[in-house]
C-alpha cells in the first residue's frame, strides 16, 4: 500500500495528521461501539458476551463487525440462494409470520425487488434466538454490496460496501504478444486495455514486438481485501524497440489526461489510425508489388483491415470537403483540418449520419463505416494522409504537437512527474517463464486486398 507521489513536506505533515485523527477516531468508534454494545444488547443477549471484558484497560475482546451489524451477539447461519427458491420460503423456515413477509416485501419495494433474488448468490441469517423468527436476512447480490431486510423492524436498506484503492505497480517484457504477456503475469484484461488508453497516442499496439517491455504504477481497487478492479493508470513506461515512452497522469480541476517527461499532452493532435482493433494489410509503398495487377504500384496510403461496419474515426478536428464515391474509392471520405494537412478514407460501407461537405468534424468522431467499396477486395480503410497537397505516409510524419499544458501548472505536474518516474523506474522486471513452450508464431498473411492505385483527391 501506498500513496501516490511524494507529497511536498507540507502535505505529509497533513497526512500524518490526518493519520493520527484517523487512528483517534478508529479507537473511539471501537470504544463507542463497545459501549453500544455493553448497554444496549446486554439483556438480551448477556450470554453471549465475551468473558474477558474489561473496559478500564482496553481488555477485551474486540467485537465482530459484519454488515454494520454485531455478529457476536446473533447466531449466523449462512447460505446461497437455491434455485426456485422464494425469499417467503426462506424466511418461513425461519420462523417468520406469513403477514409480517408480505409487509416487508412490501416495505422492500423502493429498495430492492424480491423477484430478484438469484440462485447461488449468497445469503445470511441472523438470529438472537432461535426459538423465535430470526432477526435478519442478508442477501449479498455481488461484492459491491448486500441488502439487509431487519425481520424485526420490517425495514430494508441497501448498502455499497466501500471500495479501498491501493496502489499497485506491474510490469512485463513481450515474449510472443502482449496479451499473453498480461496473462502471464498475472494482469487483467482491464489494465491492458487501460494501459493502451494511456499509450495509444505514442504506441501503436499492433506493432510491438519481442522484447518489448513495459511497468506500471495503476490503482487497484478492493472490496473486503478482495481485488475487485483496475482504477486509473497513473505512470506508464513503455520501451517499443528502441523508443522510450512515459505517460503521467495529471488531474486538476479543470483539466486530467496523460502527459509525457515534458508535459506536453499525450494526446496528440492526430490519431495514430483512423479505426480501433484493426491491423495494417498493406503499408504505405511507393514500390509495392501489386499482388492482381502483377506490377509495380505505388500504395499511396496505409490499409487497415477490419470487419465490415467498424466505425472509422476522423483523426483530427477538421472540416468535411468530400463525402462522394468513385470507381476506384468507392465511398470515401475527404476532411481538411488546416492549410497544411487532409485525410482520406476510402472503401466505406456507407456514411455516418450527417456526413457531409461542409460539415465540421472532431478528433474520435465517427464517420463511416468500415466496408469494400470501390476497387477493394476485403474490407479495409485505405487512409491517405495529405500534406501540402501530397500524400505522405502519415506513419513517417512529426507531426504538429497538441495543445500545451497551461505554463502555471508545469511546477506542480514536476512534482508529481518526479515522483512517478522514481518509483516506475524503479521497478523490476518479472521474467515469467512460460510454462508450454509456445511454438513458433507463424504470421498469417491476409489475402491482399487490392484497390485502385491512384486516390481520387
Ligand atoms: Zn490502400
Not at 21 to 49: D, R, Y
Not at 176 to 200: F, H, I
Not at 344 to 356: P, T
Not at 361 to 378: E, F, H, M, N
Request: aromatic share 12%; hydrophobic share 35%; charged share 25%.
Amino acid at each position: 500500500m501506498d500513496t501516490i507521489g511524494k507529497p511536498p513536506a507540507a502535505k505529509q505533515k497533513k497526512k500524518l495528521n490526518k493519520k493520527r485523527v484517523a487512528l483517534v477516531a478508529s479507537i473511539a468508534l471501537v470504544f463507542s461501539a463497545l459501549m453500544f454494545f455493553a448497554s444496549a444488547n446486554v439483556q438480551q443477549t448477556a450470554a453471549a458476551l465475551p468473558k474477558n471484558i474489561s473496559l478500564g484497560y482496553f481488555d477485551y475482546q474486540a467485537p465482530t463487525i459484519r454488515y454494520g451489524l454485531m455478529m457476536d451477539t446473533f447466531q449466523v447461519s449462512e447460505h446461497t440462494i437455491e434455485a426456485n427458491q422464494f425469499l417467503s420460503e426462506i424466511l418461513q423456515e425461519h420462523k417468520m409470520p406469513y403477514q409480517q413477509i408480505d409487509q416487508l416485501v412490501q416495505n422492500a419495494k423502493p429498495v430492492f425487488d424480491v423477484r430478484n433474488l438469484r440462485s447461488g448468490k449468497p445469503y445470511v441469517i441472523l438470529n438472537a434466538d432461535t426459538t423465535n423468527c430470526a432477526d435478519y436476512f442478508i442477501y449479498e447480490p455481488s461484492v459491491y454490496g448486500y441488502v439487509v431486510f431487519d425481520l424485526k423492524n420490517l425495514t430494508v436498506k441497501k448498502v455499497e460496501k466501500p471500495i479501498e484503492s491501493r496502489v499497485s505497480t506491474a510490469s512485463g517484457v513481450i515474449e510472443s504478444s502482449l496479451w499473453n504477456t498480461m496473462v502471464d503475469n498475472g494482469l487483467s484484461y482491464e489494465l491492458t486495455s487501460k494501459m493502451e488508453d494511456a499509450l495509444a497516442w505514442s504506441i501503436d499496439f499492433h506493432h510491438i514486438q519481442k522484447n518489448d517491455q513495459f511497468k506500471l504504477i495503476y490503482e487497484q481497487h478492493f472490496i473486503d481485501g478482495e481485488p475487485v478492479g483496475v482504477g486509473e493508470i497513473r505512470g506508464a513506461y513503455f520501451k517499443n524497440f528502441d523508443n522510450e515512452y512515459y505517460a503521467f497522469y495529471y488531474e486538476n480541476d479543470r483539466y486530467n489526461g496523460f502527459y509525457d517527461l515534458e508535459a506536453r499532452p499525450m494526446k496528440k493532435a492526430f490519431l495514430k489510425s483512423p479505426v480501433k482493433y484493426s491491423r495494417i494489410s498493406s503499408r504505405y509503398n511507393l514500390r509495392r508489388f501489386h499482388p492482381v495487377l502483377r506490377r509495380t504500384r505505388p500504395h499511396y496510403g496505409t490499409d487497415y483491415a477490419a470487419p465490415r461496419g467498424t466505425p472509422i474515426y476522423a483523426v483530427a478536428d477538421g472540416v468535411i470537403t468530400k463525402a462522394s464515391y468513385t470507381r476506384g474509392n468507392g465511398n470515401y471520405v475527404k476532411i481538411r483540418h488546416d492549410d497544411v494537412y487532409q485525410t482520406q478514407y476510402l472503401h466505406m460501407n456507407g456514411f455516418a449520419d450527417g456526413i457531409k461537405p461542409g460539415v465540421h468534424v472532431k478528433q474520435g468522431q465517427t464517420i463511416g463505416y468500415v466496408g469494400s467499396t470501390g476497387l477493394a477486395t476485403g474490407p479495409h480503410v485505405c487512409f491517405r494522409f495529405w500534406k501540402n497537397g501530397k500524400q505522405v505516409n502519415h506513419l513517417r510524419e512529426n507531426l504538429p504537437p497538441p495543445e500545451p499544458m497551461p505554463e502555471e501548472d508545469i511546477p506542480h505536474f514536476n512534482l508529481i512527474r518526479d515522483s512517478l518516474k522514481v518509483r516506475l523506474d524503479s521497478i523490476e522486471y518479472k521474467i515469467v517463464e512460460r510454462a508450454v513452450i509456445e511454438e513458433e508464431a507463424t504470421v498469417q498473411q491476409q489475402p491482399e486486398t487490392t484497390e485502385g492505385e491512384r486516390s481520387d483527391p
